[in-house]
């Protein structure tokens, strides 16, 4: 009995899915006041949003999550937004080591070292143009 209530209560790392994206919003917007969007009304998304990298579930509920944005000089930032107080600080090094890992699988093994992150900008401009548009 022991051993099941153990793997029930882990804390699984994976990437984010389209059908994340609602549940990582309202994570993101618990975290800040409201922002008004372009015409004035709304919880508008800005590219402050960054992309979405990793999901940290317990029990299949999500208790974070993890963004990546481009700094001013260039260079990838990674953001924790947790939805748990327990044992946060486990989760967030443990989904900042994947998050920083997908990262590279996904835009290169030296996009830490290069300042021309301008692909991860457009995907996160456009990612947040379609959420503004679709919500």
Not at 58 to 79: E, H, L, T
Not at 120 to 129: F, G, K, P
Request: glycine share 6%; charged share 20%; hydrophobic share 40%.
């Amino acid at each position: 009995m022991a051993s099941t209530e153990k793997k029930q209560s882990e804390i699984r790392l994976r990437e984010v899915y389209l059908s994340d994206l609602k549940l990582v919003m309202d994570l993101y917007h618990s975290d800040l006041a409201p922002v008004k969007n372009v015409n004035g009304s709304g919880n508008g998304l800005t590219s402050d949003f960054g992309l979405p990298i990793g999901i940290a579930e317990q029990n299949g509920k999500v208790i974070a999550y993890s963004r990546v944005n481009i700094d001013s000089k260039g260079m990838p930032v990674f953001n924790i937004h947790s939805a748990e107080a327990a044992e946060a600080n486990i989760v967030c090094e443990s989904l900042n080591n994947f998050s920083t890992k997908r990262f590279h699988t996904i835009w290169g093994a030296n996009a830490e070292q290069d300042s021309s992150n301008k692909p991860v900008i457009n995907a996160i401009d456009r990612l947040v143009d379609w959420l503004n548009h679709c919500s």
